[in-house]
């Protein structure tokens, strides 16, 4: 049962991504699903790096943790903290779905934004609906 599902936002930054990294790794036993949320920009895609987990004992919270557009990829490229990503979510059994979406400033508030976002992935079957 899950009551409540909630992005919780990190920063741009490697040191942000390799926190995520570190969440990752640290629980792999509730990683739900890994993410790479794609918005189109003038200069490339802005590149959102996401990691739902299940609940943590038996609570009824599925927080979603986020590095929101910090990456424009320009063309094929991978950027390397994409790649650190990836290979972290690899070792943990997860492979990132990608999914191309609105750029948030489309949105007035950030949790509209955020709104949207988990609406897409619950459309998707990517994060379980609310019960």
């Known amino acids: 049962m899950i009551l409540n599902q909630n992005f919780i936002e990190l920063g741009e930054g490697y040191g942000d991504v390799y926190e995520l990294c570190e969440l990752i790794n640290t629980n792999t036993s509730r990683l739900h699903r ?40 320009l063309d094929e ?17 997860s492979t990132p779905v990608y999914i191309e979406l609105k750029h948030s400033s489309e949105f007035a508030e950030r949790d509209l934004f955020f709104q949207y976002v988990t609406g897409i992935l619950r459309l998707n079957h990517l994060l379980p609906p609310l019960k």
Do not use: W
């Open 34 to 73: 890994t993410f790479i949320l794609a918005s189109p920009t003038s200069s490339g895609h802005a590149l959102s790096l996401a990691v739902a987990f299940e609940p943590a004992n038996g609570g009824y919270f599925m927080p979603v943790y986020i590095c929101r557009e910090g990456i424009i990829q």
């Open 77 to 93: 490229q991978k950027s390397k903290r994409r790649l650190l990503f990836e290979q972290a979510a690899e070792k943990a059994g």
